[in-house]
């Protein structure tokens, strides 16, 4: 997010400065609290003029000297993303986040010890000594508890972990919720993202979430697609009520319960023709 007019500036985000001073190497920019902060001349476009402001994202280069570039990290302060593991040594693990220096993760914030190679959800934030470091111990910045969010509500999400129950997984980038085994219609990807539904709030204020939309509205919702999928051929489609649960998923990502529920209300309208291989829109003819 860029921080337009602000009074201070933000490590590990995107902030708009001023340039003051043209070097030989680059440019040094406003940082208000932070002082003069370095945009190396890499980064330096022909028009970027002495009074001119910039957005930049502003952080800590191998020496720990705050600079600032034009690049775009993978994440912000703030921000949960899925990243990969480039090193892990005595200090920590090492992430790929678009930056020239990787972003570490202390041991003391790795929720399962990480491996080289893999990747993992992690929230970065600025520690105690200002410096971006990133956690995948998502529970202490993310609340795990009901605010303001609604029944059927539409959220976006991003698959955190799995557990026994099911897959945690992080709602609109600041809370986190499950989505329960028996909710699911095929296994999910860690770091994958997609829409999702409030399902409910538990007694202790704990998020359920599905990836289906709710009751009516969602068998409205379905039957909308199913309408729309035989007026693009022609009419026709072999995609019946006896059709493989895998087969309806691939095509509409409901359940097979949920399909039939809504070429019950379609036949009911006298919308479609149902056949024994094969579904027939009604003509209005």
Request: with cysteine; proline share 3%; glycine share 8%.
């Amino acid at each position: 997010m860029v921080k337009k007019s602000a009074k201070s500036t933000h490590i590990g985000q995107v902030n708009r400065l001023k340039v003051v001073k043209e070097v030989e190497f680059g440019l040094y920019l406003d940082g208000l609290q932070l002082g003069e902060i370095l945009l190396p001349s890499r980064y330096v476009t022909a028009e970027a003029q002495v009074g001119e402001e910039l957005d930049v994202f502003v952080y800590q280069d191998s020496q720990d000297r705050l600079v600032a570039t034009t690049e775009t990290p993978m994440a912000s302060v703030g921000e949960v993303a899925f990243l990969k593991v480039n090193q892990v040594n005595r200090t920590g693990a090492f992430l790929d986040w678009g930056m020239p220096k990787d972003l570490l993760v202390p041991f003391a914030e790795q929720r399962v010890p990480m491996e080289e190679g893999r990747s993992y959800c992690v929230y970065v934030y600025v520690d105690n000594s200002v410096r971006i470091a990133a956690s995948s111990k998502l529970s202490l910045f993310l609340s795990e508890t009901n605010d303001d969010f609604k029944t059927g509500q539409e959220v976006r999400l991003m698959v955190a972990s799995r557990s026994d129950l099911g897959y945690t997984v992080v709602i609109n980038g600041t809370h986190l919720g499950l989505i329960h085994n028996s909710d699911l219609l095929q296994p999910l990807r860690m770091g994958q993202k997609m829409k999702g539904y409030i399902k409910g709030i538990r007694p202790d204020l704990k998020i359920n979430v599905t990836l289906q939309k709710l009751g009516k509205a969602g068998r409205q919702d379905l039957v909308g697609q199913i309408l729309a999928f035989l007026a693009e051929n022609k009419g026709v489609s072999t995609l019946v009520d006896k059709s493989s649960p895998e087969d309806i998923f691939a095509q509409y990502r409901v359940s097979k319960a949920a399909y039939k529920k809504a070429l019950s209300q379609l036949y009911k309208e006298r919308k479609i023709i149902i056949e024994p291989n094969q579904i027939r829109l009604v003509s209005e003819d």
